[in-house]
């Protein structure tokens, strides 16, 4: 992280402007309490992304300046990404005038940050209309920065995804392993899932029984047959298909934000 950190300012440099790609599910959480400090004062475009497992309330209000424009957006249905370029443009139109004033078609240069597994090359895949960068379903799939040209004047430049050393508030943290912005294999996932069950019946006291005909997790477990020999629950394989399941939108859509 130390070290994509530093690649991220060095880059910064070379750019006009940075897109900040969030979790539409908890765009609060997922941006760096230090931001402000990072990003160096270069003009930012707040992505809301995978908006469509989000509820639509969701936002960065009172986490950061409202007058920064935000763009909600699902970066895997084909074209949706294309608005985004309006949004560059926008914030953009005064260097894009001077060029045009001395006959210069201004190029553009956006650094894409955020924490892992926010969405980053998957958006600039659809973006580019090529998938030019790798993706997946996983954390930490982009270790070194990529250049993509997304259209023959505007270039993003993808980055590994980044988290911070310290949570000061524990449910930032939950709600970053339950969207799989911090590694599975690294978490007793056990208690992921059931701290999810929990958190997901604050928000929705129906959405654990409408899913799996099931309140707690030990009857999750029971309900889908996942028992070993002996009778014992197989808690790590109920555990991620619970992950799975809401990762994939299949317990409704949540802004877990209001957990905080």
């Known amino acids: 992280m130390k070290s994509a950190l530093e690649m991220i300012k060095t880059e910064l440099k070379l750019c006009d402007i940075i897109i900040y790609m969030l979790d539409a599910r908890c765009p609060k959480s997922c941006l ?19 908006a469509d497992l989000a509820l639509p309330n969701a936002s960065l209000r009172g986490a950061c300046d409202e007058a920064i424009q935000t763009v909600f957006l699902n970066s895997t249905q084909s074209g949706t990404a294309k608005k985004v370029t309006e949004a560059i443009n926008h914030i953009l139109r005064d260097k894009i005038k001077t060029a045009d004033a001395k006959g210069i078609k201004k190029t553009i240069r956006a650094i894409v940050i955020g924490v892992t597994n926010c969405g980053k090359s998957t958006f600039i895949n659809n973006l580019a209309a090529k998938g030019k960068t790798m993706t997946g379903d996983r954390p930490g799939v982009t270790r070194t920065k990529q250049w993509v040209p997304a259209t023959e004047h505007l270039y993003l430049l993808d980055t590994p ?12 943290a939950k709600n970053l392993a339950y969207v799989g912005s911090i590694k599975d294999d690294i978490l007793d996932t056990t208690a992921v899932a059931k701290d999810l069950i929990a958190d997901l019946t604050r928000l929705d006291p129906h959405c654990i029984k409408k899913r799996f005909n099931a309140d707690t997790f030990e009857d999750i477990c029971r309900k889908r047959g996942y028992i070993l020999k002996g009778g014992i629950l197989d808690e790590e394989r109920a555990a991620k298909a619970i992950l799975v399941e809401f990762r994939a939108g299949k317990l409704g859509r949540f802004n877990l934000d209001d957990l905080l």
């Open 32 to 50: 760096n309490p230090k931001y402000e400090e990072f990003l160096d004062r270069k003009p930012v475009l707040f992505i809301a992304n995978k």
């Open 161 to 172: 995804g980044t988290l911070w050393p310290k949570f000061d508030n524990p449910q930032v």
